[in-house]
């Protein structure tokens, strides 16, 4: 199974661009690579996904390496409400498994 | 509206009993999941199921029994043999492309 590796912490002022990478450095062909945010003991919340191509949705963007051992989760102008653990996920293609990485818990500062 | 259900967000047991979480999904999801979190930590896989009678173990699927009997349905039982059950349980359902959690139980066992 794909593993994901994520910084444990980062911090972004208010405003600017925050940038999540996570190291996916084994993962095969039809696996996708999803990104999701935990605020405070809820149910994670679903941000985008991708394949092989850039994604952007309203919420974010995601880019992939070319060789597609890691990936970047941009958050073009980050709020407070950001704040956040922020999971990349692998989704293996045949057992539909989600496996989960360790997490970097962004903190937002004003 | 459709989404993922887990009741209920609170449960309190006493030590050696049996307790059933529940998570219902009316999004047509073939895949479904039970993680379990603890204080500080990532997302820890428990069971999956990616088709009605059928499941898998996770990485932690010790002391913890699951059924699939509805495309809809998904109930975790936390047993006795489970050591350590206090936690924040969360339940997700995935189709293709698309992941989504519900909100999580608390069990607090005392």
Redesign the interface.
Known sequence: DAKTTQPTSMDCAEGRAANLPCNHSTISGNEYVYWYRQIHSQGPQYIIHGLKNNETNEMASLIITEDRKSSTLILPHATLRDTAVYYCIVRHYNTDKLIFGTGTRLQVFP | DGG?T?SPKYLFRKEGQNVTLSCEQNLNH??M?W?R?DPGQ????IY?S?IVNDF?K?DIAEGYSVSREKKESFPLTVTSAQKNPTA?Y?C?S?RD?E??????T?LTVV
């Open positions: 993922i887990q073939d895949a999941y993680y979190q990532g997302l820890r896989l999956y990616q898998q996770g924040f969360l997700a995935s492309t992941a989504f959690f519900g909100q999580g608390r």
